[in-house]
């Protein structure tokens, strides 16, 4: 049942990847989120090299985004406007985190930063995420449901080059989406994730998008960066492996479907409690790995890789 | 099934070497084969190695994969995190080191010997390109290099047996792990008498990718623009004909 991944170079059970795909899958179809946040880690624990679960992990969730964009945009929950505004802000940092990626590569750190990199993340959004959801969920047990306001208005409704997104029911400053997509566009390059579990909450609280258009939107800017992440890591580093990522894919389209239909019955806090804790799980087991004395001090690169 | 083939492969081996224009060679030997396929299924490979002798004596096989330069990094602890710290380059380290030999190898060669021929996973000549850097520490990184080679299976610990089949005829089989790097490796066999080297004879084991992995490789590293396009397009076809499938249901 083995089967030879001939980037990564070594041989696998293909049923573990299928699992592992699925599994994932799963969970990106119930949270809204690409799950590369999971997938990246797990593969590396598989034995996979860094640098290819990241490369491969960005084909595997252009997958996973075009399904999900194919679903919202039936329902009209994409924004193609904030989307286009976020993907070219992605184009730009993708670059330039491939760049990084490269540099790090070289330096013999790459392993470490995509470590460090997670645990800040994951760690943060994580803890935001659970403090917010809790917060509403208590709040809403209390004091029944209250009018909220669409969103607040701070110094970054001052930002200069205004635009109107009329899908979000928005008029803030282009520049806003742009510097999100820039922050994701790195990350994505750096760490093979698409980013979600970092933009949507960054479309809730930064951009005061409406829920209901966040996680479509989301997908949709995703599908571009990650295409463009497959194309530049295949052409820099020669790190995306068709077959590891192939049988991920095949998993995480059928665990995908299954996710929508199990979250559609779950409340919204619900939800979102359960992704963080499940984010935060992943950070602090990565930050464990991290502190924990090595059982080998020392380890092997071929020259000039990581 | 392959000892038979072996064992039949072997006797013609002896029939050759005790007729008369073979009469003069010391040492006759071959492998069961010349040519390690990774395929898609491959999950490591078996070789048989074989030959006869003139007479009695000791047999030591060593096979060395292809030598690649190799970084050893050495993690330290900065603010509480490992991180990778120093590091040396090793110019030639054999990416495979295995041996089998017919007695424990210091009971057939002196240590000396050992190390000229690079008999035996501590005999290995493995030394930085300028060795006048960092001189004092080359023994850790070197004993590193060993240990994480062994743990992947590349570098044999305990030597394998050679088998003698009588007095002349012998065997030895070594295991390739699935984690090998491909290229020419080289068979040595050593015919050692009374303490030296009578004869070696070198042999060429090519371990190379085969079929469909083999194609995907050298196609992301020749094409790697195309290569990613066609990666984007499989990736979006597999997940356009999921979202389209489920609709259905």
Known sequence: ?306 | MSVLRTTLLSAIVILLALGSGARAQPLVADLSQHLVAITAGFTGADIVMFGATDGPGDVIIVVTGPPKPTIVRRKGRLAGIWVNRESMLFADAPTFYGVAASKPIDEILAHNQLDRHQIGVDHIRLLPPNPEARRDDIPEFREALVRARQRDGLYGGEPGKVTFLGERLFRARMALPAKVTTGTYRVQMFLVREGQVVTVQTTPLLVSKIGFGADVFDFAHQDSAFYGLIAILMAAAAGWTAAAAFRRI
């Open chain 1, 1 to 306: 049942m083995h089967v030879y991944l001939p980037i990564a170079e070594l041989s696998v059970n293909w049923l573990t990847l299928l699992v592992i795909g699925s599994g994932v899958g799963f969970l990106s179809g119930l949270f809204g989120v690409g799950g590369g946040f999971l997938m990246t880690p797990l593969l590396i624990f598989l034995g996979v090299p860094a640098p290819v679960a990241v490369g491969t992990g960005a084909a595997q969730i252009l997958a996973s985004s075009v399904s999900g964009v194919l679903a919202h945009w039936r329902r009209q929950n994409v924004d193609v406007q904030m989307g286009l505004a976020l993907t070219a802000g992605g184009f730009v940092g993708s670059a330039l985190g491939i760049w990084i990626f490269t540099l790090l590569r070289q330096a013999g750190q790459v392993d470490l930063v995509i470590r460090i990199c997670f645990v800040l993340f994951l760690g943060g959004v994580g803890g935001l995420m659970l403090v917010e959801s809790a917060r509403t969920w208590f709040r809403q047990a209390t004091s029944g449901v209250r009018k909220r306001k669409l969103h607040e208005h701070n110094w970054l409704h001052g930002l200069p080059f205004k635009l109107r997104f009329r899908s979000s029911k928005l008029y803030i400053s282009a520049l806003l989406p742009l510097a999100v997509g820039f922050a994701i566009g790195i990350l994505t390059a750096i760490m093979g994730v698409g980013g979600g579990f970092i933009l949507v909450p960054a479309m809730i609280y930064i951009l005061g998008m409406p829920t209901q258009m966040v996680v479509g939107t989301s997908l949709f800017q995703t599908l571009f960066v990650a295409a463009n992440v497959t194309i530049l890591q295949s052409i820099t580093n020669q790190t995306v492996d068709v077959m590891l990522a192939l049988l991920l894919i095949v998993g995480g389209v059928i665990g995908a479907q299954l996710g929508t239909r199990f979250g559609a019955r779950l409340r919204g806090e619900q939800l979102r409690i359960l992704l963080a804790a499940l984010v935060l799980a992943v950070g602090l087991k990565l930050a464990f790995d991290l502190f924990t004395t090595p059982d080998d001090f020392y380890s092997l690169a071929p020259e000039g890789l990581g």
